[in-house]
């Protein structure tokens, strides 16, 4: 049985699903997921796009399987190097800065893709993985972080600027309802734009309804 790893030293992998899908590939670099252009139309690897066409299209706060999925909606790589994701200080009610997961340089991610995040890490170095250590059933490698969302009482997820800043608020919302094992997620429809809504679990692939 092959066992998943992190990644520390530059490697190459392909997105199987990705490719098949929109025919791109990615690579692994400087122990980043340097997510490049292939063959994508209206993307390229020289030009960089706009961090404000990337979001939280997916969040699964449903116990062992609590993940994020991000989501390019633009028609742009964007470079993610040394953003950050984290969740929300209780008592403060800001983005936990000091807590984020912060993307290593070079990570890039096309126009059109989707990247996994899995949470509640917190017995595992946070950074890239391979897939075999990532969600199973998914073609996809991931990242890990060692925060956690909440399912019952709903809470806020925040992409950050390298300086720290706050680009992107998205509240998991607690009014949905999943029931238990259910495997529901909260999606996007559609994908990049809609509003939060109940659907079925689709990581690294188009968000469906239930």
Not at 46 to 55: A, C, E, L, Y
Not at 70 to 79: E, H, S, T
Not at 106 to 127: E, I
Not at 162 to 171: A, I, M
Request: aromatic content about 6%; some cysteine; overall charge negative.
């Amino acid at each position: 049985m092959r066992r998943g790893r992190r990644i520390d030293s530059p490697v190459r992998a392909d997105a199987l699903t990705a490719a098949a899908r929109r025919a791109r590939c990615c690579v692994l670099a400087t122990a980043a997921l340097a997510c490049l252009a292939c063959s994508d139309e209206g993307d390229s690897s020289d030009t960089v796009g706009d961090i404000s066409t990337v979001t939280v299209n997916e969040l699964s706060g449903s116990g062992s399987s609590e993940w994020l999925e991000l989501y390019n909606d633009g028609d742009r790589g964007v470079d993610l190097g040394l953003y950050g994701v984290t969740d929300t200080d209780e008592d403060t009610g800001l983005p936990r800065v000091d807590q984020a997961m912060r993307f290593p340089e070079d990570t890039r991610l096309v126009a059109g893709s989707f990247l996994l995040v899995l949470l509640g890490k917190d017995n595992s170095v946070p950074g890239p993985y391979t897939q075999e250590a990532c969600l199973p059933g998914v073609s996809a490698d991931c990242f890990y972080a060692d925060f956690s969302i909440s399912e019952a009482r709903g809470e806020a997820v925040h992409l950050l600027t390298p300086e720290g800043d706050s680009v992107l608020d998205v509240r998991y919302p607690a009014d949905l309802a999943f029931p238990a094992d259910s495997e529901l997620t909260a999606c996007r429809l559609p994908d990049g734009t809609g509003e939060l809504t109940t659907c079925s679990a689709t990581p690294d692939e188009p968000n469906a309804p239930p």
